[in-house]
């Protein structure tokens, strides 16, 4: 995934979303990401995740993940 930095020629490799404690809390993230790509999917994609996209799923927690990895306080 490669988005547009507004107003600038540089891309990112992420998508901007909302991240809440799991930006800045390795402890949180990783295993919330880890739980996300294994037998979660399913739900995850029922309650309306990833625009209950079965391809985009695993796109959408990747970017989560770069996301994540340049918040970190």
């Known amino acids: 995934m490669r988005a547009a930095v507004e107003g600038q ?11 809440g404690r799991a930006a800045w809390d390795g402890r949180t993230c990783r ?5 996300w790509k294994g037998d ?4 995850l ?3 309306g995740f990833a ?3 079965a391809e985009y799923l695993p796109l959408a927690i990747e970017s989560l993940g770069r996301l994540a990895s ?4």
């Open 9 to 19: 020629n540089a891309y990112r490799d992420y998508v901007w979303c909302p991240m």
């Open 31 to 35: 295993p919330i990401l880890n739980n």
């Open 40 to 43: 979660l999917q399913p739900l």
């Open 45 to 47: 994609l029922e309650a």
């Open 51 to 53: 625009r209950r996209d």
């Open 70 to 73: 340049r918040i970190g306080w």
